[in-house]
C-alpha cells in the first residue's frame, strides 16, 4: 500500500501532538512492518512556522530514501513574494512533489487570492496539492474544492475525506469537483466505506497520519492500515484506494 | 415597495415577534410585505403548529404576509411532504429549511422529498446559513446546482465567519440569492454587487427579525450604492418574481 498522508517529527518546534523523535530509517522500518511501500510525508514543523528551514528539513529526510518517501513542503502565502520564489525552489532544488497547505492552523482561507500564484506554479510543474480540511471555519471540503475550481490542471487532495462531521460534504464535493480527490485519513470506518464505494474509483486515497505518535514504531498509523481490512469494501476497491490511485497521483512507475 | 425576504414569527429561546408588533413594525418603516416563518421550536418539531402559525398570520394580514412553510426532514419524506402540502394549502409561498434547528446535513439526501415538492409547489427555498459544520454557503451552493429548477435564498448569507464563503458559493449556483441580514453594506455586499459572476440581482433585502434591529438593517442596507432599478430588485422586486406573486 502507499500511504498518502504522513508526517516528519517536530524538530523546531513545539505541539501537544509532539510526538516521538524518529529517523528516516525508523519511518522506513515503521512502513517495512505496516505493509507501506512508499509514503507521503507532509512538513510538520511547516504547519506551524512555515520557514524555508522547515523545507529544507523535509527534503533532507525523504531524500534519504528517494524512491519511497515523496515530500510536500508549504510556505507562507501572506508573504507573496517569498511564497513564490519558495514554491519553485521546493519543486526545483529541493524535489519535493507538491504543497500541503492548513488553512485554519496557518490562518488563511482557501479563497484568498494570494494562493493563486503558489497553484500556478504547481500545476506548472506538475505539482500536487494537499489540504486539512474536515474543520470548519477555514478548512471544509467546499471550500478547498472551490480553490480546486480556480486551478482546474492542478490536482487538489483533500487530506482527511472530511473528518467526522464534514465526509457527506467531501463526498460531493470529489463526486463534483474534477481535480479534487480525498484521501480517507483520520476519516470514520462507516463513512469510508461510503466514500469508497460512491467516489468516482480513480479519485480516493489512502493515509495513516504516521508521525505524530509518542512511539517511533508509529502504532497507530499501524493499526490504521490494518483496519482498511475491516473496512468491507470491494477487493478492486481496495486496490484502487491503497495502490493504484497513489501510484497514478504521484507519477510512480516502477 | 420593500419587502423583507426572512422573519420569524412567535416566541423563540431568546426572541418573540407577534404578527401585530411586525405589522406595525413594517408601517414604521415602510414594508409592504413579508415573509413570516415560524418560531424555532415549530421550525424544529412543533412543525404543523408552525405551519398554522404562518398561514394563519398570512390569511389575517391582507396579503402584507407571505407564509414560509416548514417540515422538519426526520418525519421521513411522505410524512414532511404531507404537512408542506397542508401549508400549501393554507396559503404557504416559499419553503424555509434550517439544518441546524432540524439537524440534518445539506448534503446527505434527507432534504430531497421537501425540495421536489417545493418544485412542484413553485416555492423559492430560504435556508439559514452561517452555522458550521452543517448550515454553510458552499454545500449550499452545491444543493442548489442540484435543483437548478428552484430558487434558494441564502438566509444570513454565512454571518459572520463564513461571509467569505458567500461569493464563491454565488458564483457556484446562479439560482442561488444572497440575503442582506446582518451584512456589511460596504464590504460584503458591495462586493456581491460588484463581482460580474453575482451582481446586484443576487441580493435580497430581509431584517431577520427579531433577531436583529429591522430599522437598523433598513437604514444600514439602504447605504448600500445602487442604481434605481438595481435598489428595486434588492428591496422586494427580486424576491416577489422567486415568489410568483
Known sequence: ?254 | MVVDAHVRIGVGRDVELSVEELLTGMDALGIERALVAPAEAQIAYHVRAGNEATTGAAASAGGRLIAYAVATPWLGGEAAVDELRRARDAGAGALAIDPVLQGFDLLDGMVEPLLDFAASAGWPVYVRTGTPPNALPLPLATLARRHPELAFVMGRSGATDFWIDAAPALRHAPNLYADTSYAPWDTLLTELTQDEEIGPGRIVFATDAPYTIPAAELSRTSQLPLSEEDRHAVFGGTISRLLGR
Not at chain 1, 519511497?68 to 519553485?88: D, H, Q
Not at chain 1, 532544488?93 to 497547505?101: H, N, T, W, Y
Not at chain 1, 474544492?145 to 460534504?169: C, I, M, N, S, Y
Not at chain 1, 460531493?172 to 467516489?199: F, S
Request: net charge negative; glycine share 10%; proline share 7%.
Open chain 1, 1 to 254: 500500500m502507499i500511504d498518502f498522508h504522513t508526517h516528519t517529527p517536530l524538530w523546531r518546534t513545539t505541539s501537544w501532538l509532539g510526538g516521538a523523535p524518529f529517523t528516516a530509517e525508523q519511518f522506513v522500518q515503521f512502513m517495512d512492518g505496516a505493509g507501506i511501500e512508499a509514503a507521503v510525508v507532509l512538513s510538520h514543523d511547516g504547519l506551524f512556522d512555515f520557514t524555508p528551514q522547515a523545507n529544507d528539513d523535509l527534503a533532507g529526510f525523504v531524500a534519504a530514501y528517494p524512491d519511497r518517501l515523496f515530500g510536500m513542503g508549504t510556505v507562507n502565502i501572506r508573504r507573496p513574494s517569498e511564497a513564490v520564489a519558495e514554491t519553485e525552489r521546493m519543486l526545483g532544488e529541493l524535489g519535493l512533489r507538491g504543497m500541503k497547505i492548513h488553512p485554519w492552523l496557518q490562518g488563511f482561507s482557501p479563497h484568498e487570492a494570494m494562493l493563486d500564484p503558489v497553484c500556478e506554479i504547481l500545476a506548472a510543474h506538475g505539482g500536487i496539492l494537499l489540504s486539512h480540511d474536515g474543520t470548519p471555519p477555514y478548512s471544509t471540503p467546499a471550500q478547498i474544492a472551490a480553490l480546486a475550481r480556480r486551478h482546474p490542471r492542478l490536482p487538489v487532495v483533500l487530506g482527511h475525506g472530511g473528518l467526522h462531521d464534514l465526509w457527506r460534504e467531501a463526498l460531493a464535493m470529489t463526486c463534483e469537483t474534477e481535480n479534487l480527490y480525498l484521501c480517507l485519513c483520520g476519516t470514520p470506518p462507516y463513512a469510508a466505506r461510503r466514500i469508497v464505494t460512491q467516489a468516482p474509483a480513480h479519485k480516493v486515497l489512502f493515509g495513516s497520519d504516521a508521525g505524530l505518535s509518542d512511539r517511533a514504531s508509529q502504532d497507530y498509523a499501524v493499526a490504521r492500515a490494518r483496519e482498511v481490512e475491516l473496512w468491507g469494501i470491494p477487493e478492486t476497491r481496495r486496490q484502487a484506494v491503497l495502490v493504484d490511485n497513489p501510484r497514478r497521483l504521484l507519477g510512480m512507475t516502477s
